[in-house]
């Protein structure tokens, strides 16, 4: 049997920018993406903490340490500059393997977006 399991979290970082004029997607600091571990065109989930939106899209590689959120396109009617956001991407894995698994998880300063160590 497989099972979808959370695999990477960013637990709440600010949007900076939102871009309706963009073919689509978030844009995310390289940084964060490193952290957990995930990569460029990977599909995440956002939920926005301020209005309860849950949207689903791919991740663009965005400037080190530029704090960037960025949501793109069609995604940027979801969320406004300054909401909070929380980014989840999963896999899915077999079952034995993913009671095992241990997901991939950041909780950045909200104000700044970075790495709090």
């Known amino acids: 049997m497989f099972i979808e399991v959370v695999k990477s979290k ?62 793109n396109g069609p995604a940027a009617r979801k969320a406004s500059v300054g909401d909070v956001i929380i980014i989840i991407s999963y896999a899915t894995m077999d079952f034995e393997e993913a009671k095992k698994f241990k997901p991939y998880m950041i909780f950045p300063d909200t104000a700044s977006n970075r790495i709090i160590d």
Do not use: F, P, W
Not at 12 to 17: A, G
Not at 28 to 51: G, R
């Open 10 to 71: 960013i637990h709440k970082v600010t949007v900076t920018e939102a871009n309706l004029q963009y073919v689509g997607s978030i844009t995310i600091d390289e940084a964060l993406m490193e952290a957990v571990n995930l990569i460029e065109n990977e599909k995440v989930q956002i939920v926005n903490i301020n209005n309860g939106e849950r949207i689903e899209t791919y991740v663009i590689k965005g400037e080190r340490n530029s704090g960037m959120i960025c949501l």
